[in-house]
């Protein structure tokens, strides 16, 4: 197989920060000269710029990557939690996934960069995995290295977790909302290393899997789901939001998962599930759209990962002009998906039902390009994080509850979702 982006952070100098999109879409991003930088000065920069590229790939001419918290955004509660990490990339290399092509891209001012990597030594780097030499660099040991399953071990037990989506459907039927989005959280028994986390990401990892090793903060995310885009075309630029819900496990005989894949696709309280979070996405996408621009070109779709099937729906309107960076985020965040309906009043219940903040779990991971204006923001399910201050790596997973739930399944549901850590190698 050809080496991507991951193969190259394997091989990363550990005294320079790696802060890597590795997803399996069509490019993948690894910043090779980065300052970080506050988000005070991040969210006043100006969204609706659309320019052209000049080599065709993201961040030609230099950008941003950024972690944003979960709390962050909670409606009413106001800035809170995990601080934002932004970085200013000024070159990164980015690894065309259509053509198996390596390019550097940038502003060329790596020189005035906090960090960085020279462009010499990252063709080295990439010389170096796609013959597959072994890592020598003090990055870790992630070139062909083993990713045994993890043993997790949950915060509280299966009868707390029953307990808490038993009282989810009271408040359902008493009206209080229609669906809550619950997390269990777990600690990795095991002390990953960096070789680790990038094997099982690259073994593992969804379409807009990310890997942040920065200087108090370790972020491991496994996730399938783009939140958000902004990308140019004709007319301007387009806002995209593709929301996910419901989730069926996976299986190796090959009929047992066609007839999963099938059955989500006619399940009623999935598909039920599914059209609540693309209602509340048409709410939130209209407030950073122009006026009668907001469609849904696909209402539901099968969407299949590693180890579980989910569905997927698409949300699009055209950006309305004179936006932040800040007033983007702050009309769309936190994600309906990782929510619930209506999201003010479920926001609230999960801080009450999970009795603590998520910080950086269901958070986004972001780049924004400065030529283009394109932006594309997952949002960090399935995800390790460790905050340096911490001696432990924790896991996070979760399920949307919905008049129709059975706490059971919605258990067994999270249990799929861990796998991406738990399944063998």
């Not at 299966?158 to 600690?187: P, S, T, W």
Request: hydrophobic share 45%; charged share 25%.
């Amino acid at each position: 197989m050809a080496p991507d982006c991951l193969a190259v952070a394997s091989r990363w100098p550990a005294d320079v920060p790696l802060v890597c999109l590795a997803g399996s879409g069509r490019h993948q991003i690894l910043a090779t000269a980065l300052t970080e930088i506050d988000w005070d000065e991040a969210r006043r920069l100006p969204l609706g710029t659309a320019g052209e590229a000049t080599t065709g790939m993201p961040l030609s001419r230099g950008g941003l990557i950024g972690l944003l918290s979960y709390d962050q955004f909670r409606p009413a509660i106001g800035t809170c939690g995990a601080r934002p990490r932004i970085f200013r990339v000024a070159r990164a290399l980015v690894h065309d996934l259509g053509t198996g092509a390596f390019a550097i891209v940038g502003d060329d001012t790596e020189h005035r960069a906090a960090h960085a990597l020279g462009d010499a030594a990252v063709w080295r780097l990439v010389e170096a995995a796609r013959a597959g030499l072994p890592v020598d660099v003090g990055g870790g040991s992630g070139a062909g290295v083993l990713c045994p399953a993890a043993t997790l071990r949950a915060h509280t037990g299966d009868e707390h977790y029953l307990a808490l989506a038993r009282q989810a459907l009271v408040d359902i039927r008493a009206g209080r909302y229609y669906q809550i989005n619950l997390l269990r959280y777990f600690d990795l028994v095991q002390r990953p290393d960096r070789g680790w986390l990038i094997a099982r990401l690259a073994r593992f990892g969804g379409a807009y899997a990310a890997l942040f090793d920065v200087p108090g903060l370790t972020v491991a995310s496994f996730s399938p789901e783009r939140f958000v885009r902004i990308l140019p075309d004709a007319g301007g630029l387009i806002v995209e939001a593709r929301p996910i819900k419901g989730t069926a496990a996976r299986h190796s005989d090959p009929g047992l998962d066609r007839a999963a894949a099938a059955g989500l696709l006619t399940s009623a309280k999935d598909l039920a599930e599914l059209h609540m979070i693309v209602d509340l996405m048409r709410n939130d996408v209209v407030r950073v759209s122009r006026a009668g621009t907001i469609r849904v070109p696909e209402a539901h779709r099968l969407l299949t990962v590693s180890n579980v099937h989910h569905l997927e729906a698409r949300v699009t309107g055209r950006l309305a002009a004179g936006l932040t960076l800040g007033d983007f985020t702050a009309a769309l965040c936190p994600g309906g998906s990782i929510t619930g309906a209506p999201k003010r009043e479920v926001t609230a219940a999960i801080r009450t039902y999970e009795e603590r903040e998520r910080r950086y779990f269901m958070g986004n991971a972001f780049y924004l390009d400065c030529a283009t204006g394109a932006l594309d923001a997952s949002i960090l399910i399935r995800t390790i994080v460790r905050e340096h201050r911490e001696n432990t790596y924790e896991f996070a997973a979760g399920s949307g509850i919905v008049v129709g739930s059975d706490p059971e399944m919605e258990r067994r549901e999270i249990e799929a979702k861990c796998r991406v850590l738990t399944a063998p190698s």
